[in-house]
């Protein structure tokens, strides 16, 4: 479904991939592992396009993506692509409604029905336990109830690819085992999750392990 051959990234002088290959189906949940520093993020952001590569090819359903071109790819992130970052990313000013419904802003206006869209964040928000929370302002909640509004703002346009940073550093047992079921849910939907990860717990339920190790990603 989405492939990336042969890629590499340099930051100034520091190579951070180099003629790395990776790739995830329909249907699957992949880990990024490796340790602290090794371009986990890096490899999430440039399959989200928010990070340019230097070299590679980059393909979705068999299609070249042009990451060259801003527009084509904001288009191509908007429609497929949902990112629950490491920090969150969320509005401090903005009620937690107000970010669920972030990304429908980025998208055409006659694509989403604003009703639907907020119906869908009322239930998604009531699954995770945040219906209490739905008018307050982001700086006025907790850092678990933050991962979850992250994690419903990246579903909300129903992407066919999840990426996940660190999804659940901040998460009790109870909030861990809802994210769990979610994955589980996203693959047998026929989505794929994409969970840079060093939790343990996810290697049970993964399509694929890549490790990342010497500028490539190896498979485990
Ligand atoms: N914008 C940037 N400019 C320069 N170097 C960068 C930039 N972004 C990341 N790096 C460097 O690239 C390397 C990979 O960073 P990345 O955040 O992808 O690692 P990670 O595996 O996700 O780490 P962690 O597990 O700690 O989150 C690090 O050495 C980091 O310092």
């Known amino acids: 479904m989405l492939e990336l051959k042969q890629f590499s990234k340099t930051f100034k002088s ?17 880990l990024l592992t490796g340790r602290s520093g090794i371009g986990k993020t890096t490899c999430l952001d440039i399959i989200s396009g928010i990070k340019r590569y230097d070299t590679g090819d980059f393909l979705f359903k068999n299609q070249k993506v042009e990451t060259q071109n801003e527009t084509k790819l904001s288009a191509f992130r908007n429609e497929n692509i949902g990112y629950i970052l490491q920090d969150f990313a969320l509005i401090d000013s903005y009620t937690v409604l107000e970010n669920i419904l972030l990304p ?9 029905n ?3 869209l907020e119906t869908k964040a009322r239930n998604l ?11 307050r302002k982001i700086k006025a909640i907790s850092g678990g109830q933050k991962q979850r ?15 996940a940073d660190e999804p659940t550093t901040n998460l009790d047992k109870e909030n861990f085992d809802l994210v769990m079921a979610l994955f589980i849910k996203l693959k047998n939907e026929g989505k794929t999750v994409v969970i840079a990860t060093h939790d343990e717990r996810f290697f049970d339920i993964a ?6 190790k010497n500028c490539r990603l190896i498979e485990k």
């Open 14 to 30: 520091k190579l951070i991939f180099n003629l790395a290959d990776f790739t995830c189906k329909r249907g699957e949940i992949v």
């Open 104 to 112: 429908s802003l980025y998208s055409p206006k006659d694509k989403h």
């Open 114 to 116: 604003r009703h639907d």
């Open 125 to 135: 928000a009531y699954e995770f336990d945040l219906t209490e929370m739905l008018n």
């Open 149 to 163: 509004v992250a994690i419903i703002r990246s579903l909300i346009l129903e992407p066919a690819i999840i990426l």
């Open 207 to 212: 399509s694929k392990i890549y490790e990342i």
